[in-house]
Protein backbone atom coordinates (compact mmCIF):
# COMPACT_ATOMS: atom_id res chain seq x y z
CA UNK A 1 0.00 0.00 0.00
CA UNK A 2 1.01 3.37 -0.81
CA UNK A 3 2.38 5.29 2.21
CA UNK A 4 -0.07 8.73 3.09
CA UNK A 5 1.51 11.80 2.61
CA UNK A 6 2.91 12.97 6.00
CA UNK A 7 3.71 16.55 7.46
CA UNK A 8 4.64 18.03 10.48
CA UNK A 9 2.47 20.51 12.83
CA UNK A 10 4.78 23.48 12.18
CA UNK A 11 3.59 25.69 15.36
CA UNK A 12 5.80 27.27 17.73
CA UNK A 13 6.70 25.81 20.52
CA UNK A 14 4.35 27.08 23.91
CA UNK A 15 7.33 28.87 26.28
CA UNK A 16 5.23 28.29 29.52
CA UNK A 17 4.27 24.64 29.78
CA UNK A 18 4.29 24.05 33.74
CA UNK A 19 3.94 26.69 36.29
CA UNK A 20 0.46 28.04 34.28
CA UNK A 21 -2.67 26.98 34.56
CA UNK A 22 -5.97 27.41 32.64
CA UNK A 23 -7.52 26.26 35.87
CA UNK A 24 -6.93 29.38 38.30
CA UNK A 25 -9.96 30.98 38.69
CA UNK A 26 -11.27 27.60 39.11
CA UNK A 27 -12.71 26.49 42.77
CA UNK A 28 -13.38 22.59 41.90
CA UNK A 29 -13.26 20.26 38.90
CA UNK A 30 -16.95 18.36 38.60
CA UNK A 31 -16.07 16.24 35.87
CA UNK A 32 -15.94 15.78 32.15
CA UNK A 33 -18.98 16.19 29.57
CA UNK A 34 -18.32 13.59 26.39
CA UNK A 35 -20.28 15.39 23.39
CA UNK A 36 -21.52 13.52 20.61
CA UNK A 37 -19.88 14.19 17.86
CA UNK A 38 -20.14 10.91 16.05
CA UNK A 39 -17.23 8.90 15.56
CA UNK A 40 -14.63 10.88 17.40
CA UNK A 41 -13.98 12.40 20.54
CA UNK A 42 -14.68 16.06 21.98
CA UNK A 43 -14.56 16.25 25.64
CA UNK A 44 -15.08 19.30 28.16
CA UNK A 45 -13.97 19.10 31.42
CA UNK A 46 -16.17 20.90 33.83
CA UNK A 47 -15.06 22.98 36.71
CA UNK A 48 -17.32 25.22 39.12
CA UNK A 49 -16.35 28.51 38.64
CA UNK A 50 -18.10 31.67 39.69
CA UNK A 51 -20.85 29.14 41.30
CA UNK A 52 -21.84 27.67 38.14
CA UNK A 53 -20.83 24.18 36.06
CA UNK A 54 -19.03 25.10 32.53
CA UNK A 55 -16.15 23.27 30.79
CA UNK A 56 -13.33 25.28 31.67
CA UNK A 57 -10.84 23.64 29.62
CA UNK A 58 -11.23 21.19 26.38
CA UNK A 59 -9.85 17.99 24.42
CA UNK A 60 -10.50 17.14 21.43
CA UNK A 61 -12.98 18.97 19.48
CA UNK A 62 -13.53 15.90 16.66
CA UNK A 63 -16.61 14.38 14.85
CA UNK A 64 -16.19 12.82 11.35
CA UNK A 65 -18.28 9.99 10.67
CA UNK A 66 -22.31 10.42 11.40
CA UNK A 67 -21.75 13.58 13.49
CA UNK A 68 -24.27 15.44 14.47
CA UNK A 69 -23.88 18.82 12.67
CA UNK A 70 -26.17 20.01 10.21
CA UNK A 71 -25.22 23.75 9.95
CA UNK A 72 -22.07 25.38 10.95
CA UNK A 73 -23.45 26.85 13.38
CA UNK A 74 -24.32 23.46 15.40
CA UNK A 75 -20.91 23.14 16.31
CA UNK A 76 -20.72 26.50 18.25
CA UNK A 77 -24.08 26.15 19.64
CA UNK A 78 -23.42 22.18 21.40
CA UNK A 79 -20.05 22.55 22.01
CA UNK A 80 -19.22 26.37 23.32
CA UNK A 81 -15.66 27.23 23.73
CA UNK A 82 -14.85 30.47 25.59
CA UNK A 83 -12.00 33.02 23.86
CA UNK A 84 -8.81 32.36 25.21
CA UNK A 85 -10.08 28.85 26.88
CA UNK A 86 -7.12 26.34 26.65
CA UNK A 87 -8.28 24.04 23.88
CA UNK A 88 -5.97 20.69 23.61
CA UNK A 89 -5.72 17.94 20.94
CA UNK A 90 -4.61 14.32 22.06
CA UNK A 91 -3.19 13.83 18.35
CA UNK A 92 -3.94 14.94 15.09
CA UNK A 93 -6.19 12.64 14.08
CA UNK A 94 -9.46 13.82 11.89
CA UNK A 95 -11.93 12.62 14.32
CA UNK A 96 -10.03 14.13 17.06
CA UNK A 97 -10.04 18.39 15.43
CA UNK A 98 -12.13 18.55 12.37
CA UNK A 99 -15.17 19.98 14.13
CA UNK A 100 -13.04 23.09 14.52
CA UNK A 101 -12.55 23.64 10.83
CA UNK A 102 -16.81 23.55 10.91
CA UNK A 103 -17.17 26.29 13.33
CA UNK A 104 -16.12 29.24 14.60
CA UNK A 105 -15.96 29.35 18.28
CA UNK A 106 -12.93 26.66 19.04
CA UNK A 107 -10.73 29.04 16.12
CA UNK A 108 -10.80 31.72 19.09
CA UNK A 109 -9.18 29.38 21.86
CA UNK A 110 -5.61 28.94 23.17
CA UNK A 111 -4.38 25.63 21.07
CA UNK A 112 -1.84 23.43 22.85
CA UNK A 113 -1.38 20.27 21.31
CA UNK A 114 1.03 17.59 20.18
CA UNK A 115 4.45 18.28 17.13
CA UNK A 116 3.27 15.14 15.10
CA UNK A 117 3.30 13.71 11.56
CA UNK A 118 -0.46 14.33 10.16
CA UNK A 119 -2.15 14.69 7.11
CA UNK A 120 -1.44 18.02 5.11
CA UNK A 121 -5.07 19.00 5.40
CA UNK A 122 -4.30 18.84 9.69
CA UNK A 123 -1.03 21.00 8.77
CA UNK A 124 -3.39 23.27 6.80
CA UNK A 125 -5.57 24.48 9.74
CA UNK A 126 -3.22 24.45 12.13
CA UNK A 127 -1.83 27.19 10.01
CA UNK A 128 -4.74 28.84 10.15
CA UNK A 129 -5.01 29.36 13.68
CA UNK A 130 -3.67 32.42 15.51
CA UNK A 131 -2.94 31.21 18.95
CA UNK A 132 -1.48 27.26 18.68
CA UNK A 133 1.36 25.86 20.44
CA UNK A 134 3.21 23.22 20.42
CA UNK A 135 4.16 21.07 24.02
CA UNK A 136 8.24 21.01 23.70
CA UNK A 137 9.58 17.26 23.31
CA UNK A 138 11.35 18.02 26.37
CA UNK A 139 8.07 17.26 28.31
CA UNK A 140 7.30 13.97 27.14
CA UNK A 141 7.04 11.25 29.51
CA UNK A 142 6.44 13.81 32.35
CA UNK A 143 2.98 14.33 34.23
CA UNK A 144 2.00 17.82 34.17
CA UNK A 145 -0.21 19.23 36.66
CA UNK A 146 -2.89 22.11 36.19
CA UNK A 147 -4.42 23.08 39.44
CA UNK A 148 -7.17 24.62 40.51
CA UNK A 149 -7.83 27.16 43.84
CA UNK A 150 -9.20 24.09 45.71
CA UNK A 151 -7.81 20.47 45.89
CA UNK A 152 -8.76 19.12 42.21
CA UNK A 153 -6.71 19.01 39.37
CA UNK A 154 -5.59 17.65 35.77
CA UNK A 155 -2.57 15.75 34.91
CA UNK A 156 -1.80 15.46 31.32
CA UNK A 157 1.17 13.97 29.85
CA UNK A 158 2.70 13.67 26.05
CA UNK A 159 3.25 10.24 26.00
CA UNK A 160 5.75 10.12 23.23
CA UNK A 161 8.09 11.56 20.71
CA UNK A 162 7.76 13.33 17.56
CA UNK A 163 10.08 11.40 15.20
CA UNK A 164 10.97 14.50 13.49
CA UNK A 165 9.89 16.14 10.55
CA UNK A 166 11.37 13.62 7.85
CA UNK A 167 10.71 10.54 9.22
CA UNK A 168 8.22 8.44 7.34
CA UNK A 169 5.02 7.83 9.34
CA UNK A 170 4.53 7.90 12.71
CA UNK A 171 2.22 6.00 15.74
CA UNK A 172 -0.18 9.09 16.35
CA UNK A 173 -2.30 7.18 18.88
CA UNK A 174 0.89 6.66 21.00
CA UNK A 175 2.45 10.26 20.30
CA UNK A 176 -0.02 12.57 21.42
CA UNK A 177 -1.70 13.61 25.07
CA UNK A 178 -3.81 11.60 27.83
CA UNK A 179 -5.11 13.68 30.57
CA UNK A 180 -6.38 12.22 34.01
CA UNK A 181 -9.05 14.54 35.93
CA UNK A 182 -8.76 14.13 39.46
CA UNK A 183 -11.41 15.18 42.15
CA UNK A 184 -10.87 15.37 45.80
CA UNK A 185 -14.51 13.81 48.03
CA UNK A 186 -16.32 14.58 50.92
CA UNK A 187 -14.39 11.97 52.64
CA UNK A 188 -11.19 13.23 51.70
CA UNK A 189 -10.59 10.70 48.77
CA UNK A 190 -8.90 10.99 45.20
CA UNK A 191 -10.89 10.05 42.27
CA UNK A 192 -10.26 9.96 38.80
CA UNK A 193 -12.05 10.38 35.18
CA UNK A 194 -9.18 9.09 32.36
CA UNK A 195 -9.13 10.86 29.04
CA UNK A 196 -6.64 8.38 27.24
CA UNK A 197 -7.34 9.72 23.95
CA UNK A 198 -6.79 6.90 21.33
CA UNK A 199 -3.76 5.62 23.37
CA UNK A 200 -4.33 2.28 24.82
CA UNK A 201 -3.43 2.57 28.43
CA UNK A 202 -0.26 1.17 28.77
CA UNK A 203 1.19 3.74 26.89
CA UNK A 204 -0.41 6.26 29.55
CA UNK A 205 2.41 6.08 32.34
CA UNK A 206 1.02 8.21 34.56
CA UNK A 207 -2.50 6.07 35.12
CA UNK A 208 -0.55 3.15 36.66
CA UNK A 209 0.85 5.83 38.73
CA UNK A 210 -2.66 7.01 40.38
CA UNK A 211 -3.80 3.38 40.77
CA UNK A 212 -0.54 3.19 42.96
CA UNK A 213 -1.09 6.13 44.58
CA UNK A 214 -4.55 5.20 45.62
CA UNK A 215 -6.96 7.58 43.60
CA UNK A 216 -9.95 5.83 42.77
CA UNK A 217 -10.94 5.30 39.80
CA UNK A 218 -14.70 7.11 39.21
CA UNK A 219 -15.07 6.93 34.95
CA UNK A 220 -13.39 6.35 31.75
CA UNK A 221 -14.06 7.45 28.05
CA UNK A 222 -12.93 4.34 26.75
CA UNK A 223 -9.78 4.34 24.88
CA UNK A 224 -9.71 4.76 20.55
CA UNK A 225 -13.61 4.75 20.88
CA UNK A 226 -13.92 1.45 22.30
CA UNK A 227 -11.38 -0.24 20.07
CA UNK A 228 -11.08 -3.87 21.03
CA UNK A 229 -7.19 -4.29 19.72
CA UNK A 230 -4.25 -2.80 21.79
CA UNK A 231 -5.29 -4.49 25.20
CA UNK A 232 -2.68 -6.06 26.79
CA UNK A 233 -2.57 -7.81 29.86
CA UNK A 234 -1.10 -4.94 31.50
CA UNK A 235 -4.37 -2.91 31.25
CA UNK A 236 -6.64 -5.90 31.95
CA UNK A 237 -4.55 -6.11 35.12
CA UNK A 238 -4.90 -2.16 35.77
CA UNK A 239 -8.27 -1.70 35.52
CA UNK A 240 -10.00 -4.95 37.28
CA UNK A 241 -7.67 -4.21 40.40
CA UNK A 242 -8.41 -0.60 40.46
CA UNK A 243 -10.22 0.08 43.12
CA UNK A 244 -13.82 2.39 42.42
CA UNK A 245 -15.59 4.88 44.79
CA UNK A 246 -18.76 2.83 44.52
CA UNK A 247 -19.18 3.62 40.98
CA UNK A 248 -17.31 3.40 37.48
CA UNK A 249 -19.05 5.44 34.53
CA UNK A 250 -17.19 3.48 31.08
CA UNK A 251 -18.52 6.03 28.15
CA UNK A 252 -17.83 5.05 25.02
CA UNK A 253 -17.64 7.69 22.17
CA UNK A 254 -17.88 6.76 18.70
CA UNK A 255 -21.25 6.78 16.05
CA UNK A 256 -23.65 3.58 15.30
CA UNK A 257 -22.76 2.11 13.21
CA UNK A 258 -19.12 2.60 13.07
CA UNK A 259 -17.00 1.82 9.99
CA UNK A 260 -14.32 0.71 12.50
CA UNK A 261 -16.46 -1.68 14.19
CA UNK A 262 -15.94 0.40 17.15
CA UNK A 263 -16.93 0.22 20.55
CA UNK A 264 -15.99 -3.89 21.73
CA UNK A 265 -18.25 -3.49 24.48
CA UNK A 266 -18.37 -7.15 25.60
CA UNK A 267 -14.72 -7.13 26.57
CA UNK A 268 -15.35 -4.20 28.87
CA UNK A 269 -18.45 -5.72 30.39
CA UNK A 270 -16.15 -9.01 31.11
CA UNK A 271 -13.52 -6.71 32.64
CA UNK A 272 -15.81 -4.50 34.72
CA UNK A 273 -18.54 -5.84 35.40
CA UNK A 274 -19.97 -3.68 38.10
CA UNK A 275 -19.53 -0.45 35.89
CA UNK A 276 -21.98 1.26 34.05
CA UNK A 277 -21.91 1.61 30.26
CA UNK A 278 -22.78 4.71 27.90
CA UNK A 279 -22.52 5.03 24.54
CA UNK A 280 -22.93 8.89 22.87
CA UNK A 281 -24.71 7.20 19.94
CA UNK A 282 -27.45 5.90 22.32
CA UNK A 283 -27.70 9.35 23.87
CA UNK A 284 -27.92 10.53 20.53
CA UNK A 285 -31.40 8.14 20.22
CA UNK A 286 -32.54 9.93 23.31
CA UNK A 287 -32.38 13.07 22.03
CA UNK A 288 -28.91 13.97 24.05
CA UNK A 289 -26.47 15.88 22.52
CA UNK A 290 -23.50 15.15 25.33
CA UNK A 291 -22.80 13.13 28.34
CA UNK A 292 -21.81 14.49 31.63
CA UNK A 293 -19.61 12.31 33.93
CA UNK A 294 -19.86 13.89 37.02
CA UNK A 295 -17.89 13.25 40.44
ZN1 LIG B 1 -10.01 8.65 17.14
Not at 134 to 150: H, K
Request: proline share 5%; glycine share 8%; aromatic share 8%.
Amino acid sequence: MAQRLRKPIASPDAVAVSGTSPLAAVSQLAGVRIFDVGQGDAIAVLGNAYRERRPVLQLDYGGRERNPFALHTDVDDRMPVASGDVLMLSHWDEDHWCSASKGSSARDASWLVPRQLTSPRAVLFSASLDDIHCIPEQFVGQTLRYATQGDDYVLWQKIGYFPGAFAKAEDCNRSGVALAVVHRGVEGEEEAILLPGDAPFDAVSMFSWLAGRGVKLRGIVAFHHGAGTHWSDATRDLLRNWTTPGRLDVVFSCSQPSSYHHPDEDQYRALLPDANFQRTATARAQSMVQIDLLF
